[in-house]
């Protein structure tokens, strides 16, 4: 049996649907920067940083995509010359005929996204975001439609948004009854004549949607109803509560001590000379864990109010830091930020491999691009007084 093709816009939709970007923040910038969404692809690598060595990487290699967690852009540009790193970067995947995808805060909060990664690394179990992410509103549509026109009204229904409800579309449910009218005088009735008592088989069709499609579906639905007035009527649905993402990770692991839990921590990531930097008591009990891949002081408050024991970020500053800590809180634990998010690499490569098996190859990228790259060598490396 032939191996099935797998063209660009194959792997943008199936990544885009792990990782949605309509679920990205405002300011970033994610989804397809390079490449023909028509094109072939073959073998996909993945990265944390669009660097011009992770590009030379991926060309060596062959890759038709390469996809990475960090934006080649996030600033406006008038330009991608070669004299410039990113243009380099943009140069040498375009010669090698790779396109470039990204995967940023959308893949940030997802399920199966960096921060859970991160917690999977480190051992932790019964995890939970820090900060959930409310779950979409809903509605719910309710239109009586004559029986022999149901079929095409749930079916405009369908095509302007409603009827989508986890991983299927075009669900909704109808019941059999019959339609009561009476057309007055000024009506153009599809069904009957004025001043006649009219009773019509009717089916009362209903489908959720979300709310933000509310006019577009609504609208679809009087376009395609036969009647010159439907009755419907749109509910708005009781708060679903909380979907399974969300921003960090919170989770438990084996008692163990502060210590003992950064060696483990060390162990986990990829080694780097940033290494991994602890705030608190060696022998401090670790049983609850909170963390959050790539820069996570923007949660210290949050994270300050929940039962961990220990907080696992990068990027920490020293006065948040030391503020932080200096009102008993949970420990900290600063790692480099490429270590961090490098651990949903793997993770990203086995979901693929999951749903196309050998189809496309893949591979993760060797190329360490974390900016700290060696630390003097010292015979005591404990702090020291100044001079």
């Not at 934006?71 to 406006?76: A, E, N, S």
């Not at 932790?124 to 809903?138: N, W």
Request: with cysteine; charged share 20%.
């Amino acid at each position: 049996m032939p191996t099935p093709e797998r063209t660009l816009q194959d792997v943008v939709d199936l990544l885009h649907g792990w990782y949605p970007p309509a679920t990205a923040e405002d300011w970033d910038a994610v989804g397809l920067v390079l490449g023909d969404p028509s094109a072939r692809v073959g073998k996909v690598m993945f990265a944390v940083d669009p660097t011009e060595a992770v590009a030379v990487e991926a060309a060596a290699w062959g890759a038709d995509l390469l996809v990475v967690h960090h934006p080649l852009f996030l600033k406006p540009v008038h330009g991608v010359a070669a004299t410039t790193p990113k243009g380099r970067t943009l140069a040498t995947l375009a010669r090698a005929g790779c396109a470039l995808l990204t995967a940023h805060t959308n893949a940030d909060q997802a399920a199966g996204g960096v921060s859970e990664a991160m917690a999977h690394a480190l051992g932790l179990s019964d995890l939970a975001p820090i900060l959930p992410t409310p779950a979409t509103p809903l509605d719910k549509l309710t239109v009586f439609v004559p029986a022999d026109a149901a079929q095409v009204v749930r079916a405009t229904l369908a095509e302007a948004g409603a009827g989508r409800i986890g991983d299927y579309d075009h669900a909704s449910f109808s019941t059999p009854g019959h339609g009561r009218f009476r057309p007055q005088p000024g009506a153009h009735p599809a069904i009957g004549e004025v001043g006649v008592p009219e009773v019509v088989e009717e089916e009362r069709v209903e489908v959720v949607l979300e709310r933000r499609l509310r006019s577009r579906v609504v609208a679809a639905m009087l376009r395609a109803h036969p009647y010159e007035e439907p009755a419907y009527d749109v509910l708005e649905l009781a708060d679903p509560g909380l979907a399974s993402g969300g921003t960090g990770r919170i989770g438990t692991v084996p008692r163990t001590t502060l210590g003992e839990f950064a060696d483990t921590v060390a162990a986990a990531l990829p080694r780097t000379a940033h290494g991994v930097r602890v705030a608190g008591d060696p022998d401090r009990p670790v049983r609850r864990v909170a963390l959050c891949g790539g820069a996570g002081d923007f949660l210290l408050d949050t994270v300050a109010g929940t039962d961990a024991d220990v907080y696992v970020t990068s990027d920490l500053r020293h006065h948040p830091a030391a503020e932080f800590t200096e009102r008993g809180g949970p420990a900290l634990v600063d790692v480099a930020h490429w270590a961090a998010e490098w651990t949903w690499l793997p993770v990203v490569e086995g979901r693929l491999k999951e749903a196309w098996g050998d189809t496309v190859g893949t591979k993760v990228s060797t190329t360490c691009t974390d900016p700290w790259t060696f630390r003097p060598s010292e015979q005591n490396n404990e702090p020291r007084s100044p001079r």
